[in-house]
């Protein structure tokens, strides 16, 4: 991997922590696409902001994988997020990536039990993105260009990576898992393609090697 600092620097020009979109989403569906279980923001959801995200990245949509499509320090997670937005001016593309281990039981991925166990969707009250990692703040994250990991695997996509590790409960995984066992891409070479570190608490970033996907 090309350890280049002045792309890091010129990708993460924002300071402050990645935060999340927090406005309350009433407009929701709850979808299974044949490829995964994916939340549809219809209705809308607020900007994330911070690190490379300008105010205007509007959450979409977000959906899970089993196992994770990223891996840190070439270690793969049970279960992962992907928080899709596309900025409102250029329709750019951009993912922040949750990875999750069993643990305590997170409440705000109940609606894991209520997906359609075939294809078709289901109308949610509300959501709130945010309260998945009981948090705001991303915080930490790792930062690259890459594609997206379903049809047509788009490219140019911004992917962020939060270093925060999350926790779901063995039922709620199941629950996932017993419709899609696994519907993750394989973890796919860098091709030279730089990985930048975001450290939150300092607002700066440097090339990392860790291991991505993507």
């Known amino acids: 991997m090309t350890r ?10 924002r300071a402050g922590a990645i935060e999340l979109a927090s406005d309350e989403a009433r407009d929701v569906k709850l979808s299974n696409t044949g490829h995964t279980i994916e939340v549809e923001i ?9 690190g490379p995200l300008s ?42 990536g949750v990875l999750f281990e069993r ?14 166990a075939r294809e078709g969707h289901v109308e949610l009250d509300k959501v709130r993105p945010t309260r998945i990692l009981n948090h705001h703040s991303v915080g930490d994250a790792y930062v690259l260009r890459g594609s997206l990991t379903t049809p047509p695997c788009t490219e140019g996509v911004t992917w962020i990576v939060s270093a925060k590790i999350a926790t779901l409960s063995d039922e709620q995984l199941w629950h996932f898992a017993h419709i899609f066992d696994h519907n993750a891409r394989p973890p ?22 860790s291991s991505s996907s993507k």
């Open 188 to 209: 796919q070479p860098l091709n030279n393609r730089t990985v930048c570190f975001f450290d939150s608490s300092s607002s700066s970033s440097s090339s990392s090697s």
């Open 55 to 96: 105010h205007r990245h509007e959450l979409v949509q977000f959906h899970a994988h089993a196992p994770s499509e990223h891996t840190l320090n070439g270690k793969r997670f049970p279960l992962e997020l992907h928080f899709v937005h596309r900025h409102k001016d250029s329709g750019a593309l951009a993912v922040i």
């Open 103 to 116: 643990g305590r039981a997170n409440a705000e991925l109940d609606w894991l039990v209520h997906a359609p």
């Open 4 to 13: 280049d600092a002045a792309a890091c620097e010129h990708s993460l020009q």
């Open 42 to 50: 219809v209705g809308k959801s607020g900007n994330s902001n911070g």
